[in-house]
């Protein structure tokens, strides 16, 4: 079986990020949220700012530190 391409990789470090800057934006957001309020433009809009923005953040950076950590290829005569 072949290894994951680097594209792939960087794919799934990405929706990893991704998942992840959705779970801490909703937390950060509703804490805010609370503590604050949610501005002129409502609740679910000031949620959804929160959890996009994170979500974008995280994800590019997991999808480049999944990139950097990439192994070159391995040699046959080493396995």
Do not use: C, H
């Not at 792939?8 to 470090?13: E, I, S, V």
């Not at 801490?24 to 923005?53: E, H």
């Amino acid at each position: 079986m072949a290894e994951p391409s680097v594209w792939d990789k960087m794919k799934m470090g990405a929706l990893m990020g991704t998942t992840v800057g959705l779970g801490l934006g909703f937390v950060y957001g509703t804490i805010t949220i609370l503590r604050v309020g949610p501005g002129p433009k409502g609740y679910l809009s000031t949620m959804g700012q929160y959890m996009l923005s994170s979500a974008a953040t995280f994800g590019f950076f997991m999808s480049i530190g999944s990139v950097i950590r990439t192994e070159g290829p391995v040699p046959n005569n080493t396995r």
